[in-house]
Every structure is written in C-alpha cells, then in structure tokens.
C-alpha cells in the first residue's frame, strides 16, 4: 500500500531527547537537566506577562520592531541589522530555508547542538562534522575545517559557547576561521550561552565587520524565559531581508515580547543571576577536579562530567547515586560512544547533593 514518504535521510536522524523532568519514586527532582536559568526571569518580565494577557485576541506586531529597537539599544548594535524569531532554534530552520538547497554543505562541529544535523538533513542537505579533539579541550583544527570546505558549502554552524562541551572558542580563533572561509560561505555563530562567557561582543564584532557572519542568541538562558521562546540574530542586512522572507509570518506572541522588552529593562537582575551561576559553577567544578573528575573549561551555565580514569566513580555509579538524591541530569553520548552527563548548575542548595554523590 502506498503512503507518503519522507525525505532522505531524515528518518535516519535520532529524535531529540529532551532533559528530563520526572524519574520514578521522586517526587520533587532536582531538575539539572536543561540548562534553564534556575534564578527565573525578572520580577518585571512575570509582570509585563500577566498584564499582556489582555490583548492576546489581537495579532502581535509582524516586525517586532519594538523589541528590534530595544535589542539594538541594550547590546550597542544597529537595529536594521537586528531580526527577531520564535526561539533561537527557529533561527538555524530559517537560515537553512532561506540559503540552503538539496546537495549542498552544511559544517558544524562534532559534540555540538545536535540540531544542525537533524535540520541540515530535512533540507536535503550534507551535514558534514569536523571533529573537536577531547584530549586538546574539545578545540578544533583549522586544517581540518578548511579541508571541509567545498564549493557546496553554504553554511557552518558553531555554537559558542558549545552544548554539550560548555566549551568556549576565543575571538581570535573566530578571526581565524573566518579568514579560511570564503565570501559566499555563512558562519553562523550561536550564542545561547554567551552572557556565562568571557567571550565578550567577539561574535558581535565580527558580524559586525564582514557581510557572512551572523550571530543568534535567545532570551531562554540568561535572562530565564525559556518558556517564552524568544530569539534573535544580529547581522549583515541581505542576510536577514532572505531570513526574513521564509521565517513565520508573526514570529513572536504579545506575552513574548512583552517578557522580552520588560527584561531588558532590568539589566540588574540579569547581571546578578549570571554572577551567581557564575560564582556556584566555578566551587562546584573546582571541588570535582580536586578529587579527580574530568570536566573541559566550562563557559555557560552546565558543566561535562567526563568518565576517564582518573574519576572516582563509574558513570553508572554517579548516575545512581544523583538520581537517588532526586537529582536529575542530562545524559549524552559524544561522537566516539564516551558517555557523559551534563550538569546544569543550579543554587547553591540545589548542587549540594550534586557534590555529596560525586565526592562520596
């Protein structure tokens, strides 16, 4: 019997798991599973939502030019060099669509959002993965990109700082793989995590500076609306008036952007609970590698628990033994089968069961 068929490949792709959060026998988990902001959004941003409410019969502004301008303001950008969409996620779906066809190239580095790939492939095209070295920090090798470059490749996506690895790569290595790159060639830089790094306005500066280069970041992690679902992307106007064309026709809801705007405005509060991740990452991982775990140089607001020899415990072993303090995680497998768990970190209360199943 006949049926539809979906496009090559797509099946192929392995279904995003989301992290968890419930596990039987527990009743109130300790959700670390999901990288979300576990201070909350602005008292300001809960209010602007609850006081949007009555205008959600009405269509939202296509353009959201408020929000543009208020983006452009707070980060010391250009505003027509500025597009909003419905989660960061929406955006790499909408450079795909707007630049990619059936046959050509998109790169993007093993251990990385898994994303790309699922979304390169339902356009029909190669994803194409250039491998990070563990055993050098999870960077990568220029040589090698450049060696993956074809003239079918349209676009390569790094996030930085990177998921799962919370790797951060510096400005100048960016400067660098841009100079391999040719004109035609997208570098998509996706900064979820940016604001828990000491990257800077490095990507913003680059996209900035040359017509291929495009940042997207979200308002899902620093400043806590996840559930909001608000993205947007900084870069060369002609890219943008493609994205633009094929991205949904109201990108964002009146609560989002409401939230959004009224976050903003409180730059206080994004500061402090960026601090205060911050502050809890860097105790938390500094005991762990005292007592010998493997965790590559975070830079968002998780951590890699790697499983090498020198751990004191198995995978199975830390696994078990947070998941009976009702601590919930994000299991991953990296390229060559290495399993790994990725540790959002929460409050201080919420990481110290963390810490007494890891240091026994």
Known sequence: ???????PGV????????????AP????????SSNENVYGPSPLAVKAIRDSADSVHLYPEGTGSTLVQALGKYWDIPSDRIITTTGSDQLILVILRAFMRPG?????LSDSFAKYKSYITGIGGNPIEVTRNKDAGFDFNLDEMKSALTPKT?????????NPTGV???GDKLRALHAILPPETILVLDEAYIEYSDIGRAGLDLAAEHQNVIVFRTFSKAFGLAGMRIGWAFGPKEILAAMNRVRTTFPMTI?????ALAALSDRAHVEDSVAAVKRT?????????????SIPEPSGNFFLLRFTGTNPMTYEQADQDLIKRGVLVRPNVLKDGERVLRITVGTDAQMKPVLDALLG
């Not at 019997?1 to 496009?7: A, E, G, K, T």
């Open 1 to 7: 019997m006949s049926r539809p068929i979906p496009n």
């Open 104 to 108: 050509d190239d998109g790169i993007f």
């Open 281 to 293: 990452r860097q105790d938390v991982v500094g005991q762990l590698r005292a007592r010998g775990w």
């Open 154 to 162: 349209k676009i390569i996506f790094l996030d930085n700082p990177g």
């Open 255 to 259: 609560p989002s952007e409401a939230a």
């Open 11 to 22: 099946m192929d792709v392995p279904d995003y798991v989301q992290g968890a959060s419930t």
């Open 25 to 32: 026998g527990i009743k109130d988990p300790i959700k670390l």
């Open 168 to 170: 951060a790569i510096p």
